[in-house]
């Protein structure tokens, strides 16, 4: 049983810094997509940054030059590391996994992601204040 479980969420000032963690036990293989969604207050979930199979790493405009996606694959760990924070990244932040072929990072309003994400976790609130 593959679980997810996010954690770093808090509150923090505009242009501070927070390393979000997503703890992933179940997985056996290393031919997984990951990928970190967010939900802002009011609006749809998106795409902020994923890992193909291969480590190949796409990031969403928003989020380029100030998040960083990494993985230890010893520690079964997935981070998120977001610099420069703005009130715009407020949201809850999610992390998601897939082990299909077809799975590709997702960085954009999707409201089907679970079609290619079959794994979620429940979830951590950022809130980024001015």
């Known amino acids: 049983q593959v679980r997810l479980m996010e954690s770093g969420g808090r509150s923090v000032q505009a242009g501070g810094s927070l390393r979000l963690s997503c703890s992933i036990t179940?997985?056996?293989?290393?031919?997984?997509?990951f990928n970190w969604f967010r939900r802002p207050p009011g609006k749809q979930r998106e795409g902020v940054a994923g890992?193909?199979?291969?480590?190949?790493?796409i990031y969403a405009e928003a989020a380029k030059g100030r998040f960083t996606i990494s993985r230890d694959g010893a520690e079964n760990n997935l981070f998120l590391q977001m610099d420069s924070l703005k009130g715009d990244d407020t949201g809850v932040y999610f992390c998601?996994?897939?082990?299909?072929?077809?799975?590709?990072?997702?960085?954009?309003?999707?409201?089907?992601?679970?079609?290619?994400?079959?794994?979620w976790g429940p979830g951590t609130e950022v809130t980024v204040s001015s």
């Open positions: 890992m193909n199979m291969d480590g190949d790493i």
């Open positions: 998601a996994a897939s082990p299909w072929p077809y799975c590709t990072p997702i960085v954009t309003a999707d409201t089907n992601a679970e079609s290619v994400y079959p794994y």
């Open positions: 179940g997985v056996t293989s290393s031919r997984y997509c």
